[in-house]
C-alpha cells in the first residue's frame, strides 16, 4: 500500500498546487512523472540480483527507511529541479519493493498458491490509492497555512513510510531457515513444499550463466516482456494525469480525489478476485489477463471520441480503465509460476520490470499539453496498446499449451503445472536449482 500511495499521490498534490508553486510548464510535469522510472529502470537489476544475494528481510528495511526519507524530503521541492532529484531517487528506492516481495512469494509459496498471494498483496496497490485519495480529500481542505496541501501529502506519507521500516526489520525473516515463527520442523516442512511443488529454493545459490542464457533465449520470456510493456504505457499515464483527467470531466479537484475512491476500490476487487481464479484454475491466467484488459480497450476508444458524449459516458469509460492494473500481478504470476532457477528468474524478473519502466517513462508523454484538455493522443495510445497486449497474451497461451503437449509427449508422462518436477539424469548440476527446461514433469500454467 505504502510504496503505491508514495507513488501515485503525484496526481493528486499536481491539482493541490504542486504544479504551481515549483513554477512548471509545459511538459515539465510529464518528465517529473516519468523521471521516476529512470531511476527504476536504473536500479531494477541491480536490485533484483541484491535481494538473492543478501539477506532479503534486511535488505528490504533499509530500502523502506531510504524510501521514506525521500518520500519526505518531497516536501521541500521548490523547483523542476528539486522535483526531478526526489523522484529520481524515489524509483531508485521503489525499485526494490515488487522484485524483492516476487522473491520472498516464490520462497515461501508453492506454484498453485502464488498467483493468489500476488494477486492479494498486489491488490494493496489498488488499496493505497483509495487511501491517498482519501488523505488528499482531507488535506485538500486545509487553508490559510504555512505550509501548502500538498506538501502535508508528503510528510504524512513519508513519515509513515518511515515507521513501517521498523516492524519491517524486526519480523520480516530473510528466509524460511530464519523464521522464528515457527518451529525447526515447521521450516523443515516449508522448504520441503517449495521445492516439491514450488519453483525451487532460494537458498544457498549462485549465478549461473547459462541459466541467464536459457532466459534470452526462451521464447515465453519475450510473449512476457511484450505483455508488460504493451499495459505499462497506459498505466504510466493513467497515474500521472488520473486526477487531472477527471477533473477535465467537469469536476472539481476536491471531486476528482473522491471519485478515485470507487476506482480504487474496484481495481482492488479485480486484481485480488483475477488472483484467485488464477490460482485456483491452472489455465486461466492468459484467459484473466485478456479478459482484464479487454474493457479498457473499450474505456479508451470512448474516452478518445468523447467530445460529443454526456460527462456520465465519460466517468463510466474511466472506472472502465480501473480493471488494467490487475493485468500486471498476473504476468507475475505467470514468471513466477512458470520459471525455475534462481539465475533464470532472477533475470526475467529484472527483465519484466525493465519493461514496467521503459512503458511507464514513455505512458506520461503521451499526454501533450497542447491537446489539454482532451489528450486525444494519449487515448488512442492506450486503446492501441491494449489491443496488442490482448494478442500478445493470446499467442502466449498458445505456445504455453504446445510446450506442454511437446514435453507430454517427449517425457511419456501426464506431469502437472501444480509440480516443481525433478531434475533430469543428465543433468550435472544442483538438482535444487535447476530451470523448468531441465525439470521432468515440470507444466507450464496457461
Known sequence: MLNFMDKIILSSAAVFGLREDNNLEGQQYSWVGSVFYVGYLLWTYPTTVLVARLPAGKYLSANTLFWGSVVTLTAACHSIGGLLTVRFLLGVAEATITPGFMFLTSTWYTRDEMPTRVGIWFAGNSLGGLVASLLAFGVGHVENTTIRPWRWMYIILGSATLLWAIPMFLFLPDNISKAKFLTPKERQVAAQRVACAGTGTTENTHWKWDQFHECLTDPKTWFIVGIELLTQIPNGGSQSFANIVVASFGFTNLQSTLINIPYSLLSACIIAGSGYLAGHFRTWNCVLIIGVILPCVFGSAIIYNRSSLPHGVHLFAYFLLSSGSAAMPLNMALVQSNYRGVTKKTTITAMLFLAYCIGNMAGPHFFRKSEDPLYETAFKAIMVCYSLAIMCA?????????????????????????????????????????????????RYRL
Open 394 to 442: 493470446i499467442a502466449l497461451r498458445v505456445y504455453l499449451g504446445w510446450l506442454n503437449a511437446k514435453r507430454t509427449r517427449e517425457e511419456g508422462i501426464l506431469g502437472s503445472a501444480g509440480s516443481g518436477g525433478v531434475s533430469r539424469d543428465d543433468v550435472d548440476d544442483d538438482p535444487e536449482d535447476i530451470t523448468d527446461w531441465q525439470a521432468v514433469g515440470f
